[in-house]
C-alpha cells in the first residue's frame, strides 16, 4: 500500500461544531431543558474572614417549598477535590470563612420567583476576624519554588552593571463568553449525571466522587458546548457541579445551577496577581552575568491550583535567555480573597512580563547604542543552549526565527501628528512550555481510544473539551491523515466520562500537541491492524514519557517540557496625553508553532490570545474593597471592544518537533506572554516613562506622565 | 422580579392621565436603565407600576419649530443620530449619541430617559446644558440648567412626564467623553463646550451633571488659561469603581484645554 497524502492537516477545514454555534442549534448548559427541573442559586460569605456564628431560616417563610443544603448535607468529604485539602465544598457551621463570596448555603426551588425570595429569608451571623489583604502582610505560604543554576553569589562582583527593578501584575478575569454552569440529574443506582459548561470532565467526576461518595460509575460528567474556558473551567466548575448534585440529591430531581455573569465575576477565580523582583548583573559589552529573581505570588483564600501556577511561573521567569548564573526564588501566599486559579499562561504572563521589561531597563541603562533588541539577540537561548532548570535545549528551538521574522514583518513606524498624542513601539521575545510541567505528564498517563466501526468510520474517545479552541476538528484532522482516510469518515465521541477515557484535562497547551499525538499513534495503529482484521476493532493509547526526558521534582533541575513553542510581539501604541489612554494600534506576532494544523484556527486562537493580553495590560483592571472585587459588573470590568482591538498580524513559523503530531507544539497559552511587555516598553518609547506594572490604566499612565513633566520642570 | 403593573397608554393625554392616577409607577421609554434596575432590584421603593411611553407617537421624531430643534422623549438615540435636522443643528449631540453603549442601546435609548434618569455619567446631559436646552413637559418648559436638582434627583413633579427637549439653533459645541474603551463604556469624564455663549458643561465630575461657572465666567473674558485653571473649583469629583477624583480634576483641565483650542463644526 502507497503511503496516503496528508490531507487534512494544514489544511483550514471547517469547524466541527462551527455551523451549529453559528447558526445557534448547539445547546449550552442553559439552553438544555430538562423536564422537572428546579433551579438553584448560592448563599455567599458577606464577609472576608471569620467564623459563622449562626444560620437562620427565617421560621415566617414557607420552606417547604424550597431545598436547602448546608455542610451537614454533604455524604462524602466536605472537601473540593484539587491539589489540598483545605477548600470545602460548603462553608461549615462553626466553621471557618477565609473569603467574601465563599458558599454557605444552597437553595434550590421549582420557580426563581420562590428561588429569590428564599433567599432573602437566610440570616447568617459572623463573628468576624481579621483579615489579610496584601501580599506584604501574608504569612501562610502556599508553596515555593526555588531554581538554581550555576551561582550567582560568587560572580555578583564580577558585573559591571547590575540593574534592579520590581513588577507587579494584576488580576485577571478570564470573561469566558458563557458564564460557569451545570445541570444535576439523579439517575438509577444512587449515580447522578452532570452536564457542565466545563473544560475537564474527569476533574469534575473525582470532585463529585469525593463529595457525594460515589463510584467511578455513579459519577458521569457530560461536558455541554461550552462557551469558553481559558483557564476559568478548569477547576472551578468541579465546585458548580458538586452543589448542582447535592442540590439534586436532596429534591430527588434534576437541578441546574446556572452563574449569572454578576456572580460568575464576583465569586470564581482569576489571574494570580504578583510582585516579582529582578536583579540582573551584566558585562559593559551586555554580556548576560547574572538574573536573580524573587516571585511573590497571591493565591488568594484557597490553594486550588496555585502551586503549579507558581511553578510555571518560576520556570519562565529568566526568560528566553541563556544566563550562566540563575537564581529564582518563587513563593505563593494566601490572602483573604477570593482564591484565584488556572488562567491561559498559568503564571508565565506575570514572569515573563517582568523578564521581557528587564531586557529593556538593562538596555537602557547600558547605553552605548545597545538597543533591546541586540541584547536578545546577544542573550536569547539557542539550539543546544541550557535553560534556567539545566534542560538542554535539543530541537525546535524558534527563538531568532521569530525575532526575526517579527522585525521583517513589522511596518515601518509612523510618528503621530496629533500633538497630543504620542506613538511608540515596543518589542518582546517570549517562549512557553508545551505540556504539562516536569514529570506531570508521566504521572497522568492521559488515555484515548480509537475505535473502527462496522460501518468504515472511525471514532475518537478522548476526555479533551472542545472550548473554542478547536480540539474537536483537528483531532479529526489527525486522525483522517494517520488513517489515510477522508475527514468526514471520522467522528468524536461526545466528553462524556462514561464513555471516554481520562486524555487528562484541557490545559496547560497540552491537547493538540500530547493528546493530538495519541491520537495519531492510536489511529496508525488501527490503520496497520486493519491491514490483517476487520473491523470493529478499538485502540486504547496512553502516554509514555520518552526515556530521554529527565525532571527531578526536589531540585527543580531538568526538561521541565517536552518542548518550548516562541513568539516575537512587537507593539504599536498611541498614548493619549490628554486622557492618559493607551490604544494598541497595531500588533505584529511571530509564533513558532511546530506545525499549523489549522491554520486559520492557529491564528485565530493567537489572536484572540494577544488581545485577552492587551486587555490585561491596558484596561481590565480589578479594585478591590474589604476583600471583594469592586469590578464585578460588565460594566465596571472593561474588556476591549472591537473598536480597542489593534491590527493584528500574525506570522506562523513552522519549526517542527518531532514528537508532536505532524511536528505540532502548543500554542493556545503563548500568545498572552508577550503583548504586555511589549505595550508597556511601547508606552516607554512614546512617552518617555515607565510603568513596570499592568494593568497599564489612564489613571497610572496619566499620573506617570504628570510626574515625569515636574520632574523635568524642576530641573529646568 | 417581583409583580408590576404594566401600562400602555393610547396616546399622550392618556399617559399623563394614567400616569398622575397611578400610585407607585415608573416611565419606561427604551427600558435600558429601568429594566436594569428592575433586574437588580435597586429601586427602592419597588415600581409597582410602569408606563409605557415608548411608543407614543407625540413622543417621537425631530423637527424644527418656533426657530428651535425639538426631539422628541421617547425619540431613540439611533433616530437622532440619523435625522438630518440633529446632525445639521446639534452635531455635538449627535457625537454623544453615537458614544452611548452599543447598537442595541442606542435603538433604544432616548433623551427623556437619559434626563429622566439623571445620572452624573450621562452622556447627552453636558450637552443638553451647553446647548441651553429646555426641557418640555406636559404641563410647563424648564431649563435644563434648573433640572438637576441633586444625585439622581430632578426639578420634576412626581407625576410630570417629559414630553420633548428643545435647543436653540446655531450654537457651536464640542463634546469630548472620556471613558477608557472606545465603545460601551461609561464616562469617567464627559464634557461639552460652547465658546459663544461660553458653557462648560461636565459630566461625571460632581453628584449632577453641572454647569462650571467660575470656567464659563473666564471664558466670557477670553481667558482660557483662567478657565482651565478655574474648572477645577468647579468640579466636586470622588474616587469610585470606575475611576479616581484626580483622574477626573486633571482630565478635565485638560479635556477643556482640548476642546478649547478645536475649532467646531457647524
Known sequence: ?716 | MHDVTYLRPTDLKDAVQLYRTTPGCRPLAGGTDLIVMLHARTLRPPPRAVLDVWSLLELKGVRRTQGMLEIGAAESYTGIIRSRDAQEHVPALVAAARTIGAAQIQNRGTLGGNLANASPAGDTLPVLLAYDAVVVTDRRSIPIDQFFTGYRKTALQADELIVAVRMPLGRRVVFRKVGTRAAQAISKVVTAVSRSPARVAIGSVAEVPLRARRAEAALERGDMEGAIAAVADDIRPIDDVRSTAAYRRTVTQNVLRELLSVKPAL
Request: contains cysteine.
Open chain 1, 1 to 716: 500500500m502507497c503511503p496516503a497524502p496528508v490531507t487534512a492537516v494544514g489544511r483550514s477545514v471547517p469547524r466541527r461544531e462551527g455551523a451549529d454555534k453559528v447558526t445557534g442549534r448547539a445547546r449550552y448548559t442553559d439552553d438544555i431543558t430538562v423536564q422537572g427541573a428546579w433551579s438553584g442559586r448560592t448563599i455567599r460569605s458577606t464577609i472576608a474572614r471569620g467564623a459563622i456564628r449562626s444560620i437562620t431560616l427565617d421560621p415566617a417563610f414557607d420552606w417547604s417549598r424550597v431545598v436547602v443544603v448546608t455542610a451537614d448535607d454533604i455524604p462524602g468529604d466536605n472537601v473540593v477535590q484539587l491539589i489540598r485539602e483545605d477548600q470545602p465544598v460548603l462553608a461549615p457551621r462553626g466553621g471557618e470563612i477565609k473569603h467574601k463570596e465563599e458558599p454557605i448555603l444552597l437553595l434550590a426551588a421549582s420557580d426563581r420567583a420562590t428561588l429569590e425570595e428564599a433567599a432573602t429569608h437566610v440570616r447568617i451571623e459572623y463573628e468576624l476576624a481579621n483579615p489579610v489583604f496584601e501580599i506584604g502582610s501574608a504569612t501562610e505560604v502556599f508553596s515555593t519554588v526555588e531554581i538554581t543554576k550555576g551561582d550567582v553569589a560568587s560572580v555578583e562582583r564580577t558585573a559591571d552593571l547590575v540593574v534592579e527593578r520590581e513588577f507587579r501584575v494584576g488580576l485577571q478575569e478570564q470573561l469566558y463568553i458563557e458564564p460557569q454552569g451545570a445541570i444535576a440529574l439523579p439517575e438509577a443506582d444512587g449515580a447522578f449525571r452532570v452536564v457542565g459548561s466545563l473544560q475537564c470532565p474527569y476533574y469534575v467526576h473525582r470532585a463529585l466522587k469525593r463529595a457525594l461518595k460515589l463510584t467511578d460509575q455513579q459519577a458521569i460528567v457530560v461536558q455541554a458546548e461550552t462557551g469558553g474556558g481559558f483557564g476559568g473551567k478548569e477547576e472551578y466548575p468541579s465546585i458548580v457541579a458538586v452543589h448542582a448534585a447535592l442540590l439534586a440529591r436532596k429534591a430527588g430531581r434534576p437541578v441546574r445551577l446556572i452563574y449569572d455573569r454578576h456572580e460568575d465575576l464576583a465569586a470564581t477565580t482569576k489571574r494570580h496577581p504578583g510582585v516579582i523582583r529582578h536583579r540582573t548583573g551584566v558585562k559593559k559589552d551586555g554580556t548576560l552575568v547574572f538574573q536573580d529573581i524573587e516571585i511573590v505570588l497571591d493565591g488568594g483564600a484557597y490553594c486550588t491550583l496555585t502551586p503549579v501556577v507558581l511553578s510555571r511561573a518560576a520556570i519562565h521567569a529568566a526568560g528566553a535567555y541563556s544566563c550562566p548564573n540563575v537564581r529564582i526564588r518563587a513563593r505563593a501566599v494566601a490572602t483573604n480573597t477570593p482564591p484565584n486559579g488556572a488562567f491561559r499562561g498559568f503564571g508565565a504572563p506575570q514572569s515573563l512580563f517582568a523578564a521581557e521589561l528587564m531586557v529593556e531597563h538593562v538596555a537602557e541603562q547600558l547605553g552605548g547604542g545597545v538597543s533591546s533588541v541586540d541584547l536578545r539577540r546577544k542573550w536569547m537561548l539557542r539550539l543546544g543552549d541550557t535553560t534556567a532548570t539545566g534542560q538542554v535545549l535539543t530541537e525546535s528551538v524558534g527563538s531568532e526565527l521569530v525575532l526575526d521574522a517579527a522585525l521583517k514583518a513589522a511596518t515601518t513606524f509612523q510618528p503621530s501628528n496629533i500633538p497630543t498624542v504620542r506613538r511608540g513601539r515596543g518589542l518582546s521575545l517570549v517562549f512557553h512550555g508545551s505540556g504539562f510541567t516536569g514529570s506531570g505528564e508521566k504521572k497522568l498517563s492521559g488515555t484515548i481510544a480509537m475505535e473502527a466501526l462496522a460501518d468504515g468510520t472511525f471514532r475518537i474517545l478522548t476526555a479533551s473539551t472542545e472550548i473554542g479552541q478547536g480540539t474537536k476538528t483537528i483531532f479529526c484532522q489527525l486522525a483522517a491523515d494517520a488513517l489515510g482516510v477522508p475527514l468526514e469518515r471520522v467522528t468524536i465521541a461526545p466528553q462524556d466520562t462514561s464513555l471516554v477515557p481520562d486524555s487528562g484535562p484541557t490545559v496547560a497547551s497540552r491537547t493538540a500537541m500530547i493528546v493530538g499525538r495519541l491520537v495519531q499513534e492510536a489511529a496508525a495503529e488501527i490503520k496497520q491492524r486493519l491491514q490483517r482484521e476487520r473491523p470493529p476493532l478499538r485502540v486504547d493509547k496512553s502516554y509514555i514519557q520518552p526515556d530521554s526526558i529527565h525532571w527531578d521534582e526536589a531540585t527543580y533541575r531538568g526538561d521541565a517540557y517536552p518542548v518550548y513553542a516562541w513568539a516575537c510581539t512587537i507593539a504599536d501604541v498611541d498614548v493619549d496625553t490628554t486622557t492618559g489612554e493607551v490604544r494598541v494600534t497595531d500588533l505584529v506576532t511571530a509564533v513558532d508553532c511546530g506545525k499549523a494544523l489549522h491554520p486559520v484556527m492557529a491564528e485565530g486562537q493567537i489572536e484572540g490570545g494577544c488581545l485577552q493580553a492587551v486587555g490585561w495590560a491596558t484596561i481590565e483592571e480589578i479594585k478591590m474593597k474589604d476583600g471583594g472585587y469592586q469590578n464585578d459588573r460588565l460594566a465596571t470590568y472593561l474588556i476591549p471592544t472591537a473598536l480597542d482591538a489593534p491590527r493584528i498580524r500574525t506570522v506562523l513559523i513552522e519549526n517542527p518537533y518531532s514528537r508532536g503530531p505532524f511536528g505540532a507544539k502548543g500554542i493556545g497559552e503563548l500568545p498572552m506572554d508577550g503583548p504586555a511587555p511589549a505595550v508597556i516598553a511601547a508606552i516607554h518609547d512614546a512617552t518617555g516613562v515607565w510603568l513596570d506594572e499592568v494593568p497599564a490604566t489612564p489613571e497610572k499612565v496619566l499620573a506617570a506622565l504628570n510626574g515625569a513633566q515636574r520632574r523635568e520642570a524642576a530641573q529646568s
